[in-house]
């Protein structure tokens, strides 16, 4: 409609400028405030074991940060209701020059090799090789962010690994992307191997690697982490978590990866992972270990 009055014409950009602002507002509380009815859903889904069907579209996270909100809900109501302190981090990318996505880890998921895994411990079991590092100094909060070389020299050792996928959804991958990384990255459990401190001797992006799974050779090949270089995810997650309020400290374990997506398994299974001149990593679910 067309007004010809200047007043009618100030009141509908007043009313235009007001709706905008009222968008502008929700969008900024839906990326910032923690989204305390999804994590609600996951905790409860924890919980009960029942797993969410579907998310609704009004609460699903518009960006990475502020599923990363809907991750340090749960984290915290995690630590308190038993599961420890977060030890630890997970983090990946889908190309050398994405950028990276992660999640904490806590005390009651990270276990060391051989660990004796129950078959009910998680509703999927979808493992993946990877490669994990731990550190040696603390890398705090400070006026400029951590570089690759500070870093670096942080650094303990290296570390073979085999990450667990789960989901608090009915099933990997039915929902947004965005719902996966506030569910945790889809972590199950990170089982770590022995560490060698010469590190810096290593090319994880062509390191050889086999799986075993009852003994069988599932996997056999060099390289294939689609994250490329670890140190990138690294640095980044040093500067990432020191914005969420945890910064890496000495004795945090990250682990950077999938080598060979993932393989979804039937239990009982013995899963053995070796990268060369790395330690291998075991663990069972719900098997004893062969002779």
Same mark, same amino acid.
């Given at each position: 409609?067309?007004h /010809?009055d200047p007043c009618?014409?100030?009141d509908?950009l007043?009313?235009?400028?007001t709706?905008f602002?009222?968008a502008?507002?929700?969008d900024?509380?839906? #990326?910032?405030?923690?989204?305390e009815?999804?994590?609600?859903?996951?905790?409860?889904a924890?919980?009960?074991?029942?797993?969410?069907?579907? &998310?609704p579209?009004?609460?699903v996270?518009?960006n990475?940060?502020a599923? !990363?909100?809907?991750?340090?809900?749960? +984290?915290?109501?995690l630590?308190?209701?038993?599961?420890? #302190?977060?030890?630890g981090?997970?983090v990946?990318?889908?190309?050398p020059?994405?950028t990276?996505?992660c999640a904490?880890?806590h005390?009651?998921t990270?276990?060391?090799?051989?660990?004796d895994?129950?078959?009910?411990?998680c509703?999927?079991?979808g493992?993946?090789?990877?490669?994990?590092y731990?550190?040696?100094?603390d890398?705090?909060?400070r /006026?400029?962010?951590w *570089?690759?070389?500070e &870093?670096a020299?942080?650094?303990?050792?290296?570390? *073979?690994?085999?990450? =667990?996928?789960?989901?608090r959804f009915v +099933?990997p991958? *039915?929902?947004?992307?965005l719902?996966?990384?506030?569910d945790?990255?889809?972590?199950?459990v990170l089982?770590?191997?022995?560490?060698v401190? #010469?590190w810096r001797?290593?090319?994880p992006?062509?390191?050889?690697?086999?799986m075993? &799974?009852?003994g069988e050779?599932? !996997? /056999?090949?060099r $390289?294939?982490?689609?994250a490329?270089?670890p140190l990138r995810?690294?640095?980044w =997650?040093?500067?990432?978590?020191i914005?969420? $309020?945890?910064p890496l400290?000495?004795?945090?374990? &990250?682990t950077t990866?999938?080598?060979?997506?993932?393989?979804?398994?039937e239990?009982?299974?013995?899963?053995?992972?070796a990268?060369?001149g790395?330690?291998?990593?075991?663990t069972?679910?719900g098997?004893?270990?062969r002779?």
């Amino acid at each position: 409609m067309v007004h /010809d009055d200047p007043c009618h014409l100030a009141d509908d950009l007043v009313l235009e400028m007001t709706d905008f602002m009222t968008a502008s507002i929700q969008d900024t509380a839906r #990326e910032t405030a923690p989204d305390e009815h999804l994590a609600s859903l996951l905790l409860d889904a924890r919980r009960t074991n029942k797993p969410l069907h579907t &998310v609704p579209e009004t609460i699903v996270p518009i960006n990475p940060k502020a599923a !990363y909100a809907v991750q340090d809900v749960v +984290a915290r109501a995690l630590s308190a209701s038993g599961k420890g #302190e977060i030890v630890g981090w997970k983090v990946g990318a889908a190309t050398p020059t994405a950028t990276p996505a992660c999640a904490p880890l806590h005390r009651a998921t990270v276990f060391e090799s051989g660990h004796d895994l129950s078959p009910s411990f998680c509703r999927f079991h979808g493992v993946e090789a990877e490669i994990a590092y731990s550190f040696a100094k603390d890398l705090p909060a400070r /006026d400029t962010p951590w *570089t690759v070389e500070e &870093v670096a020299d942080a650094i303990g050792a290296i570390h *073979t690994a085999i990450e =667990l996928l789960d989901t608090r959804f009915v +099933a990997p991958d *039915t929902q947004h992307n965005l719902s996966h990384l506030a569910d945790q990255g889809s972590h199950g459990v990170l089982v770590v191997g022995r560490g060698v401190t #010469e590190w810096r001797d290593f090319t994880p992006t062509t390191l050889p690697m086999t799986m075993l &799974v009852n003994g069988e050779k599932r !996997y /056999d090949q060099r $390289g294939g982490n689609k994250a490329g270089d670890p140190l990138r995810l690294l640095t980044w =997650l040093a500067n990432h978590a020191i914005e969420r $309020g945890r910064p890496l400290k000495a004795g945090d374990v &990250v682990t950077t990866g999938s080598t060979m997506g993932t393989l979804f398994l039937e239990d009982p299974a013995e899963i053995c992972v070796a990268f060369e001149g790395l330690f291998p990593v075991e663990t069972r679910i719900g098997a004893p270990f062969r002779s």
